[in-house]
Nanobody, 115 residues
Framework: QVQLVESGGGLVQPGGSLRLSCAASGMSFSISPMGWYRQAPGKQRELVARVFSGGTTNYAASVKGRFTISRDNAKNTVALQMNSLKPEDTAVYFC?????????WGQGTQVTVSS
C-alpha cells in the first residue's frame, strides 16, 4: 500500500530555514506528481508546492521565491526547502500524492515559526 512518511519539522525563528523530507513507498514514485500541503489551526489545508514527474514545479504565491520543492527518484523522496520563514508559515505540513483519483497523505510534520 502507499505510504508517505514526513520528517524534518520543528521550531525555527523568523527568517530561519527548515528542510522537510517525505519518503514514499508502495507506488510508482518516478511517474507520480508529488505535493506538499499545509494546514494551520482553524484554516483549510492548502497546496504549498508540487513537483511533476518531469521536474516541473509550481508554488503557492505566498511561498514563491522562499520555498523549493525537489524530488529524488532514485531514493523515492521529495523534499521541501523552506527559507526566510515567517510566523504565518506555521502549520502542519503534509506530503501528498494522487493515484487514480485517490489522495494519499502522510501523517504530517509540525512547523512552528516563532521567536
Amino acid at each position: 500500500q502507499v505510504q508517505l512518511v514526513e520528517s524534518g519539522g520543528g521550531l525555527v525563528q523568523p527568517g530561519g530555514s527548515l528542510r522537510l523530507s517525505c519518503a514514499a513507498s508502495g507506488m510508482s514514485f518516478s511517474i507520480s506528481p508529488m505535493g506538499w500541503y499545509r494546514q494551520a489551526p482553524g484554516k483549510q489545508r492548502e497546496l504549498v508546492a508540487r513537483v511533476f514527474s518531469g521536474g516541473t514545479t509550481n508554488y503557492a504565491a505566498s511561498v514563491k521565491g522562499r520555498f523549493t520543492i525537489s524530488r529524488d527518484n532514485a531514493k523515492n523522496t521529495v523534499a521541501l526547502q523552506m527559507n526566510s520563514l515567517k510566523p504565518e508559515d506555521t502549520a502542519v505540513y503534509f506530503c501528498n500524492v494522487v493515484i487514480t483519483g485517490v489522495n494519499y497523505w502522510g501523517q504530517g510534520t509540525q512547523v512552528t515559526v516563532s521567536s
